[in-house]
């Protein structure tokens, strides 16, 4: 992976909060602490691999739920509860990505991705999971693989819809727009979405 993907809005993420998602088959966590930045590192902590997203956020800080281990927004672990006196060694790390926010999306990439993308802000709309791969659904939206977001004129307003893959046979999309009638267009991908699932199923 190179490019910038955006993996959920925003607005889902709010600060404190934890939320575990699926990237290409990858266990992911996006996390947000005090300071409002997000962050998204692979869903494992370094010490017996518990789920991160099953931790919690104190200030700008990740816990791991199982051990109390502590990770700081560098991804470095800072504390670990079983030895308060330790000088925890640099190379206890979890495994971080690089992250932003751009056009009310949050987008993570490898570190030797280029610039981020650069949006206006936009008003979220909704993020829902189709049961259906991304070469199936991009298509239906008039778009393709090949674009991370698809521009889609909508009731007077345009339409921002980013997608990932889930696995092969699941796409994420996460739509924001401007001028956009926020239940209308909420109602057509929903609706869009049954439609490529009762096809899929057929």
């Given at each position: 992976m190179a490019d910038w993907i955006p993996i959920a809005l925003g607005r889902?993420?709010?600060?404190?909060?934890?939320?575990a998602v699926i990237v290409d088959s990858r266990e992911l966590v996006i996390w947000?602490?005090?300071d409002g930045v997000a962050h998204v590192w692979e869903d494992r902590c370094p010490h017996r691999g518990m789920r991160l997203s099953?931790?919690?956020?104190r200030g700008n800080a990740l816990n791991c739920l199982y051990h109390g281990w502590e990770y700081g927004a560098a991804a470095n672990c800072l504390r670990i509860p079983a030895h308060p006196d330790?000088?925890?060694?640099?190379?206890?790390?979890?495994?971080?990505?690089?992250?932003?926010?751009?056009?009310?999306?949050?987008w993570m990439s490898d570190a030797g991705a280029?610039?981020?993308?650069?949006?206006?802000?936009?008003?979220?709309?909704?993020?829902?999971?189709?049961?259906?791969?991304?070469?199936?659904?991009?298509?239906?939206?008039g778009g393709s693989t090949?674009?991370?977001?698809?521009?889609?004129?909508?009731?007077?307003?345009t339409l921002q819809v980013g997608w990932h893959r889930v696995h092969a046979t699941?796409?994420?999309?996460?739509?924001?727009?401007?001028?956009?009638?926020?239940?209308?267009?909420?109602?057509?991908?929903?609706?869009?979405?049954?439609?490529?699932e009762q096809g899929a199923a057929a």
């Open positions: 889902d993420i709010p600060d404190g909060v934890t939320r947000r602490g005090s099953l931790g919690f956020v330790l000088t925890v060694p640099p190379t206890i790390r979890a495994n971080a990505f690089a992250a932003t926010e751009a056009g009310g999306m949050v280029d610039a981020p993308p650069h949006l206006p802000e936009l008003t979220p709309v909704i993020s829902l999971a189709i049961e259906a791969a991304p070469e199936r659904v991009l298509p239906v939206l090949a674009q991370t977001l698809v521009t889609l004129p909508f009731a007077g307003g699941k796409t994420m999309l996460h739509a924001a727009g401007t001028n956009i009638d926020i239940a209308a267009a909420t109602a057509h991908l929903r609706a869009l979405r049954q439609n490529l």
